[in-house]
């Protein structure tokens, strides 16, 4: 990124911009209002906060912290840019937020700062989150991708291997789970995230991908939840995942409740991001460390293994009065050493690629030599302006058939498939 350290604001503070301008005088102190959701490893980001203060003299940073569910946190943060509120001067988004927050106005674009050449040391699924209609507007802080973790004890225990298929994997479960039944009888055979939030979508796309289904039509123009594909991989779902292997209970779990069974010991595979690791092998709150194996996801029978493209990135209001001091802060945050950092202390993804032969990273997480062709390869949900609405039919519709086993699947897709396909209309008529 271009270095920010020596160079006069167009503002005329004393760090820099990309946009140049000549020196004044330097202006008081700045306190950035910085939205965030609670994080996984709070003492690694409080570090990560006093570093770049202590980088920046001038400049303090005053979090917010929004609720962990992306639902909610989205809900609190659109309020606020709806609002027009100058106090607000960058947050974190949602891979899938960008098309809706450009849309509407609300995110600033970072094209000036955020060149060409410097885009290219990231992870291309990464950078192309976060442009839309050619502009880019956010900052890849890390990249998130769904995959399977397993008990590595339990599998070598029966003589398995990691499942490549689902399954598969439901018949190793019931296998452990026979096996087990005297001594663990308290354990499942598969634990992830079923709550109606978006949790549920990211799940959802791996399980209907991995059937050849999908969302949408390839050309985005029409809902597809009714072809076979992806009919089947929805019905499997309900009757082996939720009926066999998981708890009823798994209808209410978002990634910290899934993520509690499985470090205590009560599941034999569950789904998750990577962050996943690095607590799955901490004492202090897993009773599993040196029992988790990690793999990429499950495939069907003539699919291929697909991931939830997930991760955050930075950006900046449209409507902050700080915008230099807040790319100060992006540029700090996302800079190899910080990204460094963070795969080391919290276990999160790097976006740059460089880290991912970097021996220090690799050390702490020896799953990210494997896993990066997954990170490569990840298929991210549907982009367009209208997508908030998209995911909150598809999470109703996901969450109906699963919970209620008598419903009517190919009648619940087709009410979704009428409404998603009357939201997307607009945007057509829109453009065209």
């Keep these: 990124m271009v270095l920010l350290c020596n160079v006069p604001l167009a503002h005329g503070r004393e760090f820099g911009t990309a946009r140049g301008s000549s020196p004044t005088l330097v202006s008081p102190p700045v306190t950035l209002h910085f939205v965030t959701w609670k994080a996984d490893h709070p003492q690694a980001w409080d570090e990560a906060i006093r570093r770049f203060e202590q980088a920046h003299p001038r400049i303090r940073v005053n979090r917010e912290i929004a609720p962990h569910s992306s639902t909610a946190y989205h809900d609190l943060l659109t309020q606020k840019l709806k609002n027009r509120d100058v106090s607000l001067d960058l947050f974190f988004m949602d891979v899938i937020w960008p098309a809706e ?53 339990l599998l070598e225990k029966y003589g398995f291997s990691p499942p490549s298929t689902w399954n598969e994997l439901v018949r190793q479960a019931e296998a452990v789970l026979e096996g087990e039944r005297t001594t663990h009888p308290l354990l499942r055979g598969y634990s992830g995230q079923f709550k109606q939030y978006e949790g549920l979508v990211c799940g959802m796309l791996e399980f209907v991908g991995s059937h050849n289904g999908s969302f949408l039509t390839e050309d985005g123009r029409r809902s597809n939840l009714t072809a076979p594909e992806s009919l089947l991989a929805v019905r499997f779902v309900r009757e082996q995942i ?132 997954v990170f490569r390869t990840a298929r991210p949900r549907p982009r367009t302006p209208v997508y908030p609405i998209v995911s909150h039919i598809l999470q109703r519709y996901f969450s109906r058939v699963l919970a209620f086993p008598k419903t009517d699947i190919l009648e619940e897709a087709q009410e979704a498939d009428r409404k998603i396909n009357r939201f997307l209309a607009l945007v057509r008529d829109a453009r065209e």
């Excluded at 509407?104 to 970072?110: N, Q, T």
């Excluded at 192309?128 to 880019?136: C, L, N």
């Excluded at 991001?273 to 202090?284: E, I, M, Q, S, V």
Aim: glycine letters at 8%; zero cysteines; a positive charge.
């Design 101 to 153: 927050f450009a849309a509407a106005g609300w995110a600033f674009p970072l094209d000036e700062y955020f060149p060409q050449n410097e885009r290219e040391k990231f992870l291309p699924a990464t950078i192309a989150s976060g442009v839309y209609r050619h502009h880019i507007y956010g900052v890849p802080s890390r990249i998130d991708s769904g995959m399977l973790y397993y008990r590595k004890d």
């Design 242 to 373: 939720i009926q066999r292997l998981a708890t009823p209970a798994a209808l209410t779990y978002q990634e910290p409740e899934s993520l509690a069974v499985f470090i205590q010991g009560k599941a034999v595979f569950h789904r998750n991001w990577p962050y996943a690791w690095g607590l799955a092998n901490d004492p202090r709150h897993s009773k599993i460390v040196g029992k988790v194996g990690v793999t990429t996801l499950p495939r069907f029978s003539g699919g291929k293994s697909m991931s939830a493209l997930g991760g955050w990135l930075y950006g900046i209001s449209a409507y902050s009065q700080h915008p230099d001091e807040a790319w100060a802060f992006i540029e700090f945050m996302t800079s190899p050493a910080l990204q460094k950092y963070f795969a080391i202390h919290a276990s999160l993804a790097p976006s740059r690629l460089a880290l991912y032969a970097d021996p220090e990273v690799l050390h702490a997480n020896p799953q990210y030599k494997d896993l990066l062709p």
